[in-house]
């Protein structure tokens, strides 16, 4: 999937925005399979505002935010869902977890929606390979923030999709766990030729990226 913003100029910063150069509002931008994009932007200017645009979760929007070339203002019901299930993922700032579900059901929640892209085992590997295998049965309103960013970046990738959005993925990671958790993202991005768009305050070197930092 393509994700396209036309001039976009969120409503709520636009006195603001009319003031600084932005290398992402009011700008024809295309986000392509296999691309590698990083936002870095200071705090309060719009990068969560921007993460919510991309996923139909607010239209208080100028300009057009296309998927495939169709408005996403027409995509609605079924159509919608099924973007949502195979074509687009997101890890949340706000990771919004159930949180008296355990670790294992949130991911599982995502992996059987449809037809399942992955066996329920490659849950434990993935889980394994970001050191929260003892969190998998604990519910995740008690799981540490860490350990909660690691189970919602588990649930974002045991679906299909061809666009990952990461809205700030690592805040709450300390440097190792952070790489190793950007190895295994690389890896799923690259399984499915997947382009990844990431926000984050700082400069870090986990992905090749295209940087914009001006937002
Ligand atoms: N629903 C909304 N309606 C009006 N203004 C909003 C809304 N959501 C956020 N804002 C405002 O828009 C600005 C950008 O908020 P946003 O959360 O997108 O920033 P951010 O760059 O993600 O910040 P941070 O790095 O602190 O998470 C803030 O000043 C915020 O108060």
Request: glycine letters at 6%.
């Amino acid at each position: 999937m393509q994700v396209t913003l036309n001039n976009i100029i969120p409503i709520p910063l636009k006195e603001n925005l009319s003031k600084r150069p932005s290398d992402v509002w009011h700008s024809q931008i295309q986000f392509e399979k296999g691309c590698r994009v990083k936002i870095k932007a200071p705090s309060g200017t719009g990068k969560t505002t921007l993460v919510h645009y991309l996923y139909k979760m607010r239209s208080d929007y100028e300009g057009t935010v296309l998927w495939d070339n169709k408005d996403i203002q027409e995509i609605h019901g079924d159509e919608l869902a099924v973007r949502r299930q195979q074509s687009i993922s997101v890890i949340f700032q706000d990771l919004r977890l159930f949180t008296n579900l355990t670790a294992r059901e949130n991911i599982e929640l995502n992996r059987v929606l449809q037809k399942p892209f992955y066996e329920s085992h490659v849950i434990e590997e993935m889980a394994d390979r970001l050191g929260i295998t003892h969190i998998l049965g604990q519910p995740a309103g008690i799981c540490s923030y860490g350990e909660q960013q690691r189970i919602a970046i588990i649930r974002a990738l045991v679906q299909p999709f061809s666009i990952l959005v990461m809205d700030e993925p690592f805040s709450h990671l300390d440097k190792r766990n952070s790489e190793k958790a950007a190895v295994l993202i690389e890896e799923e991005c690259a399984k499915r030729g997947a382009g990844l768009i990431l926000t984050d305050l700082d400069e870090d070197e986990y992905f090749n990226y295209t940087t914009l930092s001006n937002l």
